[in-house]
């Protein structure tokens, strides 16, 4: 599962530094010494993400610095630097090494800070080595030491008291401790919504549902990736957002309402392959083929394995390369430096020409690189150009066989209720004209005679009146001249006041008789005739509430009873095709469909539809 991968403590989103400009290096050679190390640490963190070879180099060149020029704090702090560098490279070893060097100068300093951020360091290590107990333990050595510092007011200790906090909750995790973890994972989330840090809140909180989906807590797992959709909103991160829907796919799935875990998915695909996230589709890939094969539909999940399989084969591919090439770079790095090393002490006075040399290999191989960068950026968005197009032209065939299908069904129900009202309307009024005159002709001698006639009459006339109300249905006039708002509330007039069930309708933001497009406004009413009728009959409420909303850039439609409500995880097939052809429906125009309902607590129904859709 998706949250599961990110409870391993993986960054959601990467930012790229620059890396620091030659006029940094210049004013490094015209420095004092006692300001080398400072500046050769600054520079290093600059580089710490775009390009970690080098920043390895300038904190090296710091330690030796700040160890010349006798400033242990400055020593201490590269070796932080090169314990966190190490880390990241997969070099352990080196890192612990580095790490525990800063451990031992803090406390030597009598640093409670150095020492609280070296024993955090200390416990990525050991969990990325699997050394769980050990990761544990730094951890919460960190925490001691931190947590004071945090509460007397220090910015710092603060944010890395909430690391912490995720670290020791991230490696119970790996142990199955899962209790303690979700403990240690709230605290977290208090602790950065305390000091307004929203990205470290949103890992705790996909953390928290990755614990819940393990222990099978459906409930917890969505209200936990539904805050983290939120928060992904906010910050309009397409990457992020495809994880949060993948997770909530996942969390509807345990809680075994598929319709709506498909739709997750299905809002996931294309936010992942925006952000061209191809690990992210891969998951979605996988969650499609698992849905489908635990519902029954083995045809759907075959084709979606197929693609989760080829698609997996081709990052382990170019996992493999990107492997290849790291170990080529490392290697032909490292014999650069030793074959510069060689040359400026055997040929101190070809220095400059040397540096020449070097200057001139660096650009040749910048250009080779951004050449190579700049034909695989064509041929991949190339390959992207043709898969949005097949997905566009699926998407279109689909849309163009729900609308057929629509049109056709408006067209029957017009057909319908047209012969309903010219034909068999016509022959009960015939009937009608037809009983009179035989009353007439004939005579009524008795009472009881007179009775039956009028019976007749009767029956004919509620059978008149019963013909026109299902024509109207089929045909709603209100809705054709007038519009959607109002001709729902000319059919909420027209339902008899049978059962004392009290009805509210609210419209918020449609102008009276503002109209949308055609398909929109007769899907919609169609589906709102269709929740309605099933209350009346099957909820015994005695209040509903319908509620028309217009947003910036959607329209809501919120169906609210108060009856005995249903589980729609246990409805029957024929009460299931309901449910799946209203979300086909909205589907159709682009929008969705939620059913929240439990026995005992009544039923909401959302409908949204984008505005682009409505009108």
Known sequence: MLGAWLAGGQPRAAAGQAAPSDSLARRRAVAPDSAQARLLLRDAAALLAPAPVQARQLAEQAVRAARTSRQPAHEQA??????????????????????????QMATQRHDTLGQGIAYLNLSNTNKRLKQLPKALADARRAQALLAPLARAGNAKAATAYVKALSNSGTVQMEMQHYGPARTDLLASLRQSRALGDSAAASLALYNLGAVALTTKQGADAYRYYRQTLALDQASGNPQAQGESWLNLGDALALLHRPAEAEAAYRRALPLAREAGALPLVRVAYNGFATLYEETGRPALALAWQKRFIALNDSLYEQSRADQAAELQTKYETEEQAARNRLQAAQLRTQQQIIRRRNVQLGAGLAIAALLAGLAYLLLNRHRLRREVEFAQERQQLAQLRAQAVLEAEETERRRIGADLHDGVGQLLTAAKLNLHALGDELGVPTAGQQALLQNALDVVDESFREVRSISHNLIPNALIKRGLALAVRDFLDKIPAVGRVKINLEVVGIDQGERLLPATENVLFRVIQELIQNILKHAHATEVT??????????????????????PAALGEEAGIGLKNIGSRMAYLGGWAEFDSAPGRGTTVTLEVPLAAAG
């Open 546 to 567: 319908l509620q028309l909303i217009r947003h910036a850039t959607e329209l809501t439609v919120l169906v609210e009873d108060n009856g005995v409500g249903f589980d």
């Open 78 to 103: 590269a070796h932080l630097l090169l314990g966190r560098l190490a880390n990241g490279q997969g070099d352990f070893a080196a890192a612990a090494r580095h790490l525990v060097l800063a451990l």
